[in-house]
């Protein structure tokens, strides 16, 4: 039987009530926003992407870039086939710059009472259709990054994102059960959770553009599958945390670090947003592969 699925709750009303943000942040493990990021930065950082992927050949010819109309695969994180475009993705201005849009720093200095540190591992994602097996799993975001727990997850679709094209879910209230055991699973990240035990509700939404998810590291969420015939399903994931919270080292690295910050760097037109950690006195502490021991 499918998974019901009921709407997120808005937070927009309480960003100027930060006391009741992060209650509200504490009590459900998410904050949702509706309309808060300028189309027109969304739009042209999607045209980035699809630019990249029909460079790859992976847009159909004759078709309107914008729409992002799959040729071929489907390919996904980890194939060979998906290397060089994640190596261009990660080389994107554009990309890393809005990591520091305004509008999510504001949500998240009063979720955390502080000034945020957004981590430079920044992750676009394209998801293909036809793929089901490879959608991703419910999981949590902690054992992969680690440091502190209340590491938030900005999850933002480039464009109209519904749940038949393949939106985030988060499972509300789940951050309160701590790390859950993991087991291999298909899909980003390779490690999934089971949560039917736990007794509670999927949440997520038709995404608008404009629109975008916080979760706190320890929230379980998974992707619903992309069910279009053709459509790539285009996001980026960013993390955030306050300034003073512990954090590990491979946050402050490139995604999969496939290149270093210099070769991605080449080519950028300001420095604004190169190495802006380094000036911070940030905590250190290690990361543990402890959570990575899955049962099969
Ligand atoms: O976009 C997806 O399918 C996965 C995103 C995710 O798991 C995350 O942002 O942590």
């Known amino acids: 039987m499918p998974t019901e699925?009921?709407?997120?709750?808005e937070s927009n009303d309480l960003l100027d009530q930060p006391d009741m943000l992060?209650?509200?942040?504490?009590?459900?493990g998410y904050l949702f926003f509706r309309n808060l990021i300028d189309t027109d930065t969304i739009l042209q950082l999607r045209r980035d992407f699809l630019e990249i992927c029909d460079k790859h050949g992976w847009i159909k010819e004759g078709t309107d870039l914008m729409d992002g109309i799959r040729n071929g695969g489907p390919y996904m994180e980890g194939q060979e086939e998906y290397w060089p475009i994640l190596n261009d993705f990660q080389s994107l201005e554009s990309f890393?710059?809005?990591?520091?849009?305004?509008?999510?720093?504001?949500?998240?200095?009063?979720?955390?009472?502080?000034?945020?540190?957004p981590h430079p591992r920044n992750i676009g994602r394209i998801m293909f259709p036809e793929n089901v097996r490879y959608t991703t799993p419910a999981h949590q975001d902690y054992i992969h990054i680690q440091g502190t727990e209340e590491t938030y997850t900005a999850w933002i679709p480039l464009g109209d994102c519904s749940q038949y094209f393949g939106g985030l879910a988060v499972l509300a209230g789940s951050h309160k059960f701590s790390v859950l055991p993991t087991k291999r699973a298909d899909g980003a990240g390779g490690l999934g959770v089971e949560t039917d035990h736990l007794n509670l509700t999927w949440v997520s939404v038709d995404y608008q553009i404009g629109d975008f998810l916080l979760f706190q590291s320890l929230t379980v969420h998974k992707a619903l599958p992309n069910q279009t015939k053709d459509r790539l399903r285009l996001s980026v994931d960013y993390r955030y945390q306050g300034q003073s919270q512990p954090i590990t080292e491979g946050s402050l690295l490139p995604h999969f670090n496939r290149m270093s910050w210099e070769e991605i760097y080449k080519g950028w037109k300001s420095e604004k947003y190169q190495y802006y950690w380094k000036d911070l006195?940030?905590?250190?502490?290690?990361?543990?592969?402890?959570?990575?021991?899955?049962?099969?």
């Open 96 to 117: 890393h710059a809005f990591a520091h849009y305004p509008s999510i720093l504001d949500a998240c200095d009063k979720l955390f009472g502080e000034p945020t540190l």
């Open 281 to 296: 006195d940030l905590k250190s502490v290690p990361f543990t592969r402890k959570y990575h021991e899955a049962k099969r």
């Open 5 to 9: 699925i009921k709407p997120f709750v």
């Open 22 to 28: 992060r209650a509200r942040a504490k009590r459900d």
